[in-house]
């Protein structure tokens, strides 16, 4: 199906994207997975060329262009050749820390930290998870105890995707005492804070190339100047971050999704069985339309989510259904795809080997797909005693 999301500007990102891809990342993506961890001199390579933060504010080093559509180029590219988790880093760089800083944050951190975000010399992360406490955020128990004019920060987090690599972190805390405004807050903690450590780099199922770690705080001691935005609004700073990020995964899920049933499209004409290509055989013809027919569906989908995003009217409902729905897809494209392949398709030296395990997290991060169709249900049942109500 003929795609029109896409002008002349973004196609000509795309072609330099595309070569830094081929130059950069194709040849080393399995040796970082193999790794796990991507090299800095990548990011820094993506900053130059300004990849990373194409949406923030020109006069802060980003490309100043408010358009999704730029990121779901690079995502498209670096899921194309299976570098899914370098493609992972950069979305919670992307997509995830910057906003928050552009949004929430002081001029003084706007302009410390932004520039070399988007150069690529800093990588930060977004620590909300911790080990007792995933989609359910009220639950958290880091916290933020107020000394004097400034904060204690004590907690630990984990499945911070970038965590190992970081320089700087977004943190999510419980304060103590709460304030008037609320009980939560959100700060900006740099990584070489004293009473800020690492734990393990976790041994992961897929994505195994990005640096997903355990983070401690211990007696960290934060000034009112490392807070973004509003003492008191934490979980309401976050709650309203939450669609771009969701919207991100299904981005994510569709690229994915395109280069599965690629690969596996390509290899039913290229692999023989009983003298002829197996793609001429019935049963995987009819495979290979059900495949490329749902992702058409699931692109038609994100397509429209993404114009409602740039224009401002992407509700959180609106992403909560393109994260369920697409990601769910994804997990049934991945495993038609690797079927296809046979044998090969459950070795590691294949790419969809490794596309298999790296997609089954889109399901569970930015909040469980269980999560997603409560919300929707629970927008479902209000809109409907609105409406009876109304009568």
Known sequence: MR????DEEHEDFRATVATFVEKVVADQWERWDDEGLVDRSAWEAAGSLGIIGTSVPEE???GGVADFRYRMVVMEELCRVGANSFNAGLSVQDDLVMP???DLGSDQQRAEWLPRLCVGSAIGSLALTEPGAGSDLRGIRTT???????????GAKTFITNGYLADVVVVLARLDPQTDAGGFAVFLVPADRPGFSRGRKLDKLGLRGNDTAEL?????????????????RGLAHVMERLPLERLSIAATSVAASAAAY??????CFERNAFGRPIGEFQATRFTLAEIETEVDAA?????????????????AIDAAKAKWWISDLHQRVVDKCLQLHGGYGYMREYPIARAYADARIQPIYGGTNQIMKDLIGRD???RTVRETSST
């Open 144 to 154: 933020a105890r107020r000394d004097g004019d400034g904060w204690i920060l004590n």
């Open 262 to 267: 690629d690969w596996a499209r390509r290899y």
């Open 3 to 6: 795609r029109t999301l896409y």
């Open 60 to 62: 802060l080093g980003g």
């Open 216 to 232: 401690f705080f211990e007696d960290l001691r934060l000034t009112d100047a490392d807070l973004l935005g509003t003492a008191g």
């Open 100 to 102: 928050y800083v552009v």
């Open 380 to 382: 479902i049942a209000g």
């Open 299 to 315: 692109t038609a989908m994100l397509d429209r989510a993404v114009l409602l995003l740039n224009d401002g009217e992407l509700t």
